[in-house]
């Protein structure tokens, strides 16, 4: 009767550090979602737009109370059929106005 109590008494003690460890590492996992924050003074903003030669394109968006401004770029088309482009960048924090461009 002794070796059974020792037995069931290791197996608890094995899975009782078993998991233990799991939710250790539950704990130390990162944030896998980004997170915008009061803080942060960057975000990254795509955009998907009807098709254009255009090379860049200036948004402005507001996200928890804080305005980002900025020039996202063309990365391309965003389908098969090449009726959209596909804009994307990062914009900084800030009420920017964009700046005057001189055509060529």
């Known amino acids: 009767m002794k ?9 608890i003690l094995a899975f009782g550090f078993g998991f233990t460890v799991q939710m250790a590492n ?17 975000i990254f ?5 009807p098709f254009t030669h255009a090379k860049s ?18 990365r391309g088309f ?7 482009s596909f804009f994307s960048g990062y914009i900084l924090a800030g009420p920017y106005a964009p700046m005057a461009t001189e055509l060529e």
């Open 3 to 11: 070796k059974f109590k020792i037995i069931y008494l290791s197996l």
């Open 26 to 42: 539950v704990q130390a996992a990162e944030n896998l979602e980004p997170v915008v924050s009061q803080a942060a003074d960057e």
């Open 78 to 84: 965003a389908d098969g059929t090449g009726n959209y």
């Open 57 to 74: 394109m200036w948004v402005t968006e507001t996200r928890n109370g804080k305005t980002y401004s900025g020039y996202i770029y063309n």
């Open 45 to 49: 903003v795509t955009r998907t737009v």
